[in-house]
């Protein structure tokens, strides 16, 4: 079955520590995004990337990064440069541009902090 | 720059009762609109969208007509089920130079008693 896998489905950080999240897609979709979600709010846009080895800014990009060496993959790390990281951080794909195209979303990454 | 509003929540309905969460949208271009459904501790899933003025997208008994004279998007189900609770999302995807970029409302819970 094609889809989107986000791994772990529950991550604790330590204090200083740097975190990695995963997200994988088979669809052979060209874009990807990465969201994160707080309670009571809607999803607000970190990061997203067009086609491999680019990637642009979203609204509230301080204190992470990504990578796209893969059209397959697309992780995010949280930095210790992000001082309030325990949100839901859920990850999209799309294809490629144009008119009315939706994004499918994986079933999202919770992220504690100890 | 765009924004979406919907209604506040939680919105509470008995089972067979009818449905509508009010979504408006504020945007320069002309975007395609979404819902989607988020069920607890998942990731979210395209519901329905339109792509232009006067478009309906409907799906499992879910409506909504694109409204470009009032800026609206309004869902609607004749008769909600218990397993339509869930929160709803109202979104909408317009351009950032050579990509397209969803904005998010902030959600409606949707509680259905038996």
């Known amino acids: 079955d094609g889809g989107i896998t986000q791994s772990p489905k529950y991550l604790f950080r330590k204090e200083g520590q740097n975190v990695t999240l995963s997200c994988e897609q088979n669809?052979?979709?060209?874009?990807m995004y990465w969201y994160r979600q707080d309670p009571g709010q809607g999803l607000r846009l970190i990061y997203y990337s067009q086609i491999v080895n680019d990637f642009q800014k979203g609204d509230i990009a301080e204190g992470y990064s990504v990578s796209r060496e893969k059209k397959e993959s697309f992780p995010l790390t949280v930095t210790s440069a992000q001082k309030n990281p325990t949100a839901f951080y859920l990850c999209a794909s799309s294809p490629a541009e144009g008119v009315g195209v939706a994004q499918y979303f994986g079933p999202g990454t919770r992220l504690l902090v100890l | 720059g765009n924004s979406v509003t919907q209604m506040e929540g939680p919105v509470t309905l008995s089972e067979e009762a009818f449905l509508t969460i009010n979504c408006t949208y504020t945007?320069?271009?002309?975007?395609?609109l979404f819902w989607y459904v988020q069920y607890p501790g998942e990731g979210l899933q395209l519901l329905l969208k339109?792509?232009?003025?006067?478009d309906k997208g409907s799906n499992k008994g879910f409506e909504a007509t694109y409204r470009k004279e009032t800026t609206s998007f309004h869902l609607e189900k004749g008769s909600v089920q218990v397993s339509d609770s869930a929160v709803y999302f109202c979104?909408?995807?317009?351009?950032?130079?050579?990509?397209?970029?969803?904005?998010f409302g902030s959600g409606t819970q949707l509680t259905v008693l038996p």
């Open positions: 669809l052979n979709h060209d874009a």
């Open positions: 339109a792509t232009k003025a006067d």
């Open positions: 979104a909408l995807s317009d351009r950032i130079g050579s990509a397209r970029q969803l904005t």
């Open positions: 945007a320069t271009g002309y975007p395609s």
